[in-house]
């Protein structure tokens, strides 16, 4: 069991899965451990500055209670020499939290990690100098992601200006890209997934798994949405995937990127690579 003392606890009650009780809840759970904990509970603004300040105070463990794209933030200050990361399921998708506690709530996800939790470090990609340890989209796809937040938070003029632009771009700006050293090929964009979210490679693979969506039109992205619904969106015609370990994107623009659902904009020329310490987190022992 990994020896805790400091906790600092950032929970992000507007990322759709923590309501306003949250805070008092982790209080007891660590009482119940006996611990305590400070906890941060931000205003949506703050809540880089606050991930910040709690990385800062220097704890044993950091627990964040949000989405993906906070869990990712907080492993990219963490870093592999900082805190113990326990990234809880908050937000609306949960994959990284998934994989790692399984389909439990935040609470039993937490009373599993104070009771059993052994330090462990966690594999992810990294673009240029930001990592992600879910998925990485880069191309034009990107940019539908402003709108779906807009709409989740009940914006839809703002909505629909996002669609427009994103509807826009879409087809105009292909990307280049290389795999492992090998030849240029084009796609509209190319996604990376960890391996612990991919359902095509073992959790272990030291790899990302790349897709290529080689997309020429509407035609082409309804069939794509529509596989995506009934089967997976891998056995596609304009999906190509394989695994890789350093990938160069080239554009002849900027590169809107999604690192784990969190809109970045890149330079003409980016590489994504695998990294097997992104951070360290407190996790349940492995099942043999």
Not at 123 to 137: E, I, Y
Request: hydrophobic share 45%.
């Amino acid at each position: 069991m990994t020896r805790i003392r400091r906790v600092e606890v950032v929970a992000n009650l507007a990322s759709g899965g923590v309501d306003k009780d949250a805070p008092d809840e982790i209080e007891k759970i660590f009482a119940d451990h006996g611990l305590n904990a400070h906890v941060c509970a931000p205003e949506t603004h703050d809540l880089t500055n606050c991930l910040r300040a709690a990385v800062d105070a220097a704890p044993d463990l950091l627990v964040v209670l949000a989405g993906d794209g906070t869990a990712r933030t907080a492993a990219e200050l963490c870093g592999p020499e900082g805190p113990l990361l326990a990234p809880l399921p908050g937000g609306t998708m949960n994959l990284l939290p998934r994989t790692i506690y399984g389909k439990r709530s935040w609470q039993d996800a937490l009373s599993l990690a104070l009771a059993e939790g052994e330090a462990r470090n966690l594999g992810g990609g990294m673009v240029g100098d930001h990592p992600f340890l879910v998925a990485a989209v880069l191309g034009s796809p990107a940019l539908w992601a402003p709108a779906r937040e807009a709409a989740r938070y009940g914006e839809p003029w703002l909505a629909l200006a996002w669609a427009r632009r994103a509807f826009q771009r879409a087809f105009s700006g292909r990307l280049r890209y290389s795999l492992d050293g090998g030849e240029r090929e084009k796609a509209e964009a190319v996604v990376f997934m960890c391996p612990h979210v991919s359902r095509a490679m073992a959790d272990e693979t030291p790899a990302l798994e790349a897709a290529a969506l080689d997309l020429h039109g509407t035609g082409d992205a309804f069939r794509l949405g529509l596989n995506a619904l009934v089967r997976d969106w891998r056995d596609d015609p304009a999906v190509v995937t394989r695994p890789c370990r350093r990938a160069r994107v080239w554009a002849s623009k900027g590169i809107p990127a999604l690192l784990d659902g969190e809109l970045h904009r890149l330079s003409s020329s980016t590489e994504v690579s695998w990294r097997p310490n992104v951070a360290r987190i407190l996790a349940p022992p492995k099942e043999d």
